[in-house]
């Protein structure tokens, strides 16, 4: 089953990806706020840039352009999209867009699946990084305005989940900043547990860190099973009661070869193409897709991650999350 992203979270990502005027994708040079979060051996990466117009007084600075360079899936770049959208429409000083929280960012998206919140907190947390640039270049003194801004890499301390290489701190800070009370919140908006699992129910694990921030009764039991894909509007009605995601259609195998095609030639071939590369399909056989990279991604040291981390991200979230892309 793929993911149920609204229309305005495809249409964003596909106008993104096509470089349709008024998008954000890229990067701004001599940028007045630089930001970076997340990894690309996480799957997830997020550069975000603003340019100010300047006043005498930087407090007054307003931010007139935004621009993002995302490594991610459909909803990372979404979310990226909208982020900038936010803030330009609101032209809003880099204080004021200290504001926009992730919530803003899904309430823009229409929502988005529990497990790509992740997407949204990304975004938010690179444009902490960006602010926190601009304020060193500007000489302004966050912290005697009250305003605290922690980068992911200054969260030092006990590695909790090793796979995202995520610290006590960080997730500590981030249940609370969220208001996240079960594991599945806490996968859902940081990926802690979402791969291995390990961390999850193990001694000093993401349980056992949401029973001591929040006490034991509050927290779900440990071996309570994984909830369906529910649709959100934001982290802060996550204690609203989940609506299932109704199942999606069923495709022939045709359908499912054709819709396989689309989505590389109209989502994953552009990106290839900008950077000098292509890709075509070999065959379909159930859930496996053979492709070959072609161009400058052949030969490409980064192969297998583009393999994993856009082609089959992209296919896993629209067509069925079993599938597998084998590079032949
Ligand atoms: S250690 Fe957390 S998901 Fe693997």
């Known amino acids: 089953m793929g993911w149920d992203y609204s229309e305005?979270?495809?249409?964003?990502?596909?106008?993104?990806?096509?470089?349709?005027?008024g998008t954000h994708l890229g990067e701004i040079k001599d940028a007045?706020?630089?930001?970076?979060?997340?990894?690309?051996?996480?799957?997830?990466?997020?550069?975000?840039?603003?340019?100010?117009?300047?006043?005498?007084?930087?407090?007054?600075?307003?931010?007139?352009?935004?621009?993002y360079l995302t490594f991610g899936c459909t909803s990372a770049?979404?979310?990226?999209?909208?982020?900038?959208?936010?803030?330009?429409?609101?032209?809003?000083?880099p204080i004021e867009a200290l504001k926009i929280t992730n919530a803003d960012i899904v309430d823009f998206l229409d929502g988005l699946p529990q497990q790509k919140i992740h997407c949204s907190v990304m975004g938010a947390e690179a444009l902490q990084a960006a602010v926190a640039d601009w304020a060193r270049k500007r000489g302004v003194d966050l912290a005697a305005l009250g305003i605290e801004i922690q980068i992911q890499d200054e969260d030092e301390g006990r590695i909790v989940c090793k796979c995202f290489g995520l610290t006590e701190p960080y997730l500590r800070r981030k249940i609370k900043e969220l208001n996240l009370h079960t594991v599945e919140e806490l996968t859902g908006a940081v990926k802690a547990g979402g791969a291995c699992g390990t961390c999850r129910y193990a001694p000093g694990g993401l349980q056992d860190i949401l029973d001591d921030i929040w006490g034991k009764e509050a927290a779900p039991a440990a071996a309570e099973p994984a909830k369906p894909v529910v649709q959100l509007t934001g982290l802060s009605r996550g204690s609203e009661p989940a609506k299932p995601v109704p199942p999606t259609e069923e495709l022939s195998p045709y359908q499912r070869a054709k819709k396989i095609e689309h989505i590389i030639e109209e989502a994953i071939r552009p990106i290839l193409r900008s950077d000098g590369g292509d890709i075509e399909i070999i065959d379909i056989k159930?859930?496996?897709?053979?492709?070959?990279?072609?161009?400058?991604?052949?030969?490409?040291?980064?192969?297998?991650?583009?393999?994993?981390?856009?082609?089959?991200?992209?296919?896993?979230?629209?067509?069925?999350d079993k599938i597998r892309v084998v590079q032949v």
């Open 32 to 67: 007045d706020g630089v930001g970076e979060h997340g990894s690309i051996s996480c799957g997830d990466a997020l550069k975000f840039s603003f340019r100010v117009e300047k006043n005498a007084d930087p407090l007054k600075d307003r931010i007139v352009e935004a621009r």
């Open 77 to 93: 770049i979404a979310a990226s999209e909208a982020l900038c959208c936010i803030i330009e429409e609101r032209r809003v000083t």
């Open 286 to 320: 159930g859930d496996l897709v053979l492709v070959s990279l072609q161009g400058a991604c052949a030969g490409c040291a980064s192969a297998t991650q583009t393999i994993q981390l856009l082609v089959e991200d992209q296919l896993r979230t629209q067509v069925s």
């Open 8 to 21: 305005k979270t495809k249409q964003l990502f596909l106008d993104a990806v096509h470089g349709k005027p």
